[in-house]
């Protein structure tokens, strides 16, 4: 066992003095040094690596929320709201908005031609969110409405597989260990893999391209091979939906941030248009989280981020940290939370829920 700093430090001067005998022609001053030189040694000879691999309370990746540029920002309007519009990228790439690549919010006929009915096996209908941390924090406050909402279909169990540190493209690796967090989740939620029945996919990863065609086709190439990979595992999945990133323009990560996630958006269409006509699984774009940070006015209560009122707020995300403007915390869960909710509320696919 590695002896603690309490235990290598004397708290008296006779104390040290006891401990250590000077020899003689050494100075004091010498000697002092040394003596500190092979305490700090000692107190730090054992195993000082957190479970993590850095340090306890390692502060060296930290970042801070970049709570007044993340304000708003310019240019970007939220796909729900840009249907019938279209979005020119910074290389003057011209785009439809929308949710869906035909330029509207409802799902094309030959996409909900194929709609299975969902079911339950023993009487669960098993439903999981995928995805990385962010995911995570808003699964939390999402299956808690779940768990109080009186509507909600009495088979349904939730896990909550979002594996903190797994981003876009571990997920479209099969052999990655974030499937393995996966199942442990289904595991600790009570859900057989043959009783999992639908998937709810958040996540995204920079490919570090700069462009919106670079990133945005990257990033469904992973989300894509992440539901062949969900099909492959769990071929009991009948639904899986894809939720375009949540808001990052607070972030404080180099990487992660804007308009990344805005552009997800874009991953999500066309991964849905290579899978319309097929039910293994059927996927489809599901809630709509982002919402343009406070607005163009840059004021809490003003012009909202998106026109039905939502607006995210530095408040609502981590102020300092490793995710620093990244990863919600609770005002900013439940208001994604209330998105998840209207969507399980009212769109026509989740009849299953109700």
């Known amino acids: 066992m590695a ?13 040290l003095h006891n401990r250590v005998t000077r020899p003689s022609g050494i100075p004091r001053v010498a000697l002092a040094t ?15 690596t957190s479970p993590g691999g850095q340090p306890p309370g390692d502060t060296s990746g930290d970042t801070v929320a970049n709570c007044v540029a993340g304000q708003y920002q310019a240019g970007l309007t939220a796909s729900t709201d840009l249907a019938g519009g279209f979005y020119v990228d910074p290389q003057g790439g011209s785009h439809r908005g929308g949710l869906y ?39 939390d406050s999402l299956f808690a409405a779940v768990q109080r909402d ?28 974030a499937w393995q967090g996966f199942a442990n989740a289904l595991t600790s939620a009570g859900i057989q893999p043959s009783q999992l029945r639908v998937v709810l996919v958040m996540d995204i990863q920079s490919a570090e391209a700069g462009t919106f065609e670079g990133e945005v086709a990257q990033n ?52 849905v248009r290579r899978r319309a006509g097929t039910a293994n699984p ?20 003003g012009i909202p981020g998106r026109s039905d009122g939502v607006e995210y707020a530095c408040g609502d995300f981590q102020a300092v940290g490793g995710s620093a403007g990244v990863h919600m915390i609770a005002g900013g869960a439940v208001k994604a939370t209330n998105d998840f909710m209207k969507f399980l509320h009212s769109d026509a696919s989740t009849i299953w829920y109700r």
């Open 34 to 48: 040394t003596v500190l030189a092979l305490l700090i040694v000692a107190c730090t000879s054992g195993d000082t």
């Open 101 to 139: 690549d035909t330029g509207l919010n409802t799902r094309p006929p030959e996409i909900d031609a194929v709609r299975p009915t969902v079911t339950a096996v023993n009487n669960v209908i098993g439903v999981a969110v995928l995805g990385g941390s962010t995911i995570r924090n808003i699964a």
């Open 220 to 271: 469904a190439t992973w989300m894509d091979n992440t539901v062949s990979n969900i099909r492959t595992k769990y071929p009991s999945v009948q639904i899986v939906y894809l939720t375009s990133h949540h808001y990052v323009g607070y972030s404080g990560d180099p990487v992660i941030k804007e308009p990344l996630a805005y552009w997800n958006a874009w991953s999500v269409q066309r991964v």
């Open 3 to 15: 002896t603690t700093a309490k235990e290598m430090w004397p708290t008296t001067r006779e104390s």
């Open 282 to 301: 059927w996927t489809v774009v599901g809630a709509y989280v982002w919402a343009n940070g406070l607005g163009s006015d840059r004021i809490l209560g």
């Open 150 to 177: 009186p509507i909600k279909n009495r088979f349904i169990t939730t896990a909550n597989g979002g594996i903190s540190g797994k981003r876009m493209d571990s997920w479209a690796d099969p052999a990655s260990s």
